[in-house]
T-cell receptor, first 114, second 117 residues
Framework: AQSVSQHNHHVILSEAASLELGCNYSYGGTVNLFWYVQYPGQHLQLLLK??????LVKGIKGFEAEFIKSKFSFNLRKPSVQWSDTAEYFC????????????FGAGTRLAVHP | GAVVSQHPSRVICKSGTSVKIECRSLDFQATTMFWYRQFPKKSLMLMATSNEGSKATYEQGVEKDKFLINHASLTLSTLTVTSAHPEDSSFYIC?????????????FGEGSRLTVL
């Protein structure tokens, strides 16, 4: 069965600090990988996704993630966070093909202090 | 991106009553919609996959008779929580996949917070 593990449940950073959120998955096949963000009081939004090709994917708002197949990882990074990045971040995985269910990690709550 | 809308966004009901939550894809057609439940400080748990014109597929441990799902059209899926109890209080989120893309990207509704007294 597929599963997703996010190592950090709660992260607190100061503005301009660098961010890396860990995500590891378990799935016996080719996967599609996603990072979603949920800002306070808002609904889930897609931050970035990986289907194939360049394992380093760039998303909105300066975020990027790197797919490392050998480590079953898809960590999210941002070189310099802003207060507006305060949100909850979810990693998700789905078997490739587009028609399989999306499974989410537990989420990481990021708080950025000015 | 495509828009998915849920209604109501908040609902409070008495124990034993039933509550219906609607999920609409506003500018695209969705043959498949998913219903998730989000517990406080926890992840989204997939409850069921709703397919237009057919029965929903429920995840293990989810009571199909308690959480009735109907996907009557390509733009509407409903979740009815029957005989609600306080433990059903939660945040329910739907998502829809556009038929117009083969990437299968999901678009999420804003969620519906159910409080059962």
């Amino acid at each position: 069965a597929q599963s997703v593990s996010q190592h950090n449940h709660h992260v607190i950073l100061s503005e301009a600090a660098s961010l890396e959120l860990g995500c590891n998955y378990s799935y016996g096949g080719t996967v599609n990988l996603f990072w979603y963000v949920q800002y306070p009081g808002q609904h889930l939004q897609l931050l970035l996704k990986y289907f194939s090709g360049d394992p380093l994917v760039k998303g909105i708002k300066g975020f990027e993630a790197e797919f490392i197949k050998s480590k079953f990882s898809f960590n999210l990074r941002k070189p310099s966070v802003q207060w507006s990045d305060t949100a909850e971040y979810f990693c998700a995985v789905r078997g490739s093909g587009g028609y399989n269910k999306l499974i989410f990690g537990a989420g990481t709550r990021l708080a950025v202090h000015p | 991106g495509a828009v998915v809308s849920q209604h109501p966004s908040r609902v409070i009901c008495k124990s034993g009553t039933s509550v219906k939550i609607e999920c609409r894809s506003l500018d695209f057609q969705a043959t498949t919609m998913f219903w998730y439940r989000q517990f406080p400080k926890k992840s989204l748990m997939l409850m069921a996959t709703s397919n237009e014109g057919s029965k929903a597929t429920y995840e293990q441990g989810v009571e199909k008779d308690k959480f009735l799902i109907n996907h009557a059209s390509l733009t509407l899926s409903t979740l009815t929580v029957t005989s609600a109890h306080p433990e059903d209080s939660s945040f329910y989120i739907c998502s829809a996949r556009s038929t117009g893309t083969n990437t299968g990207e999901l678009f999420f509704g804003e969620g519906s917070r159910l409080t059962v007294l």
